[in-house]
């Protein structure tokens, strides 16, 4: 049996002393640098704001703000505790999110996001799969962004997410599924519309419309280094958040967009003609994304429902979204 050191048992000691509430106090005052406006931010009366602060670095044992005269100012030491302090108040409200969540799926809920890249053809198939290997449980598909995914997905408002891979490392588990071609979408009036496919020379030259760096950077330098793959640098002039952002500019000759596949026969615009790449194609890989370490029934089930539609469309050719099973 391994011996607790005297550190370990005094920093035990302060965790149990420490209140959510006392963390909350040393962020505001860091962010207001002022008791008063901290007072007043918090509806607590300033004596008692200041006292409690005083409190709790005679629990530290070290001081967290410099008082001076008409101001406050954060130690090096504050500095080290608020960012820590940010994390913490993040970390506990995932708990009570993730809490939540888990009630939910209890009660038969299970929420799932889905990139906007995705083809939406599948989501009725994963849900039918999804209910019937789960009888009784309701399967709700969330669209956004995999970015905004993440947070969710630890935080435990979605069991699980379909992403637009890689993202960043850190908490989640990935694994590949699908592969998404993607497809030109012309302005009608340029020459290049009137070719049967587009190819890197075609583009090279044209203004080029992509999500935005800020938006998705991971995605942003994927679509870059996937166009130079294929012998060109896209010319990138206007970045967006959305596709139907994308394809209005596309329909007023801003530029060539990249859209999925599946769009061509579901969308019928105005100035815009949809035209496959010539090789090497452009596509997006998509895989889910889950909490490491969660071993609940519905992720299991869900992994396996797309496990076998992605070998299903493999199969039978029916699908232009391509498996990678990892």
Known sequence: MRNVSASETHSASLLLSLELRLLRYAIAVAEELHFTRASARLHVATPSLSKQIRQLEQLLGYALFERKTRQVVLTPAGVAFVTEARRSLVYAQRAIEAGAAANAHNAGVVRIG????????LLPQIRESFTRAMAGATLLFQSTYSTAQIDQILSGRLCAGLVVLPIAPGELRTSSV???????????????????TVGPEDIAAQPIIWFGKLTNPILYQHFVESCQRAGF????TQEVSTVMEMLDLVSVGAGI???????????????IVFRELAPPELSVEIGIAYRDG????????????????????????????KPRLG
């Open 114 to 121: 889905y990139t906007p890249l995705l083809d939406t053809a």
């Open 178 to 196: 699908f592969r998404e071609r993607l497809m030109a979408a012309v302005p009608a009036k340029l020459n290049v519309a009137m070719h049967a």
């Open 233 to 236: 640098t896209p010319n990138i």
């Open 257 to 271: 967009g990249f859209a999925k596949e599946s769009m061509k026969t579901r969308l019928h615009l105005e100035g």
């Open 294 to 321: 969660d071993s609940s029934t519905s992720l299991r089930v869900l992994r396996h429902v797309l496990s076998q539609l992605s070998t299903h469309h493999q199969d039978d050719g029916r699908s232009a979204v």
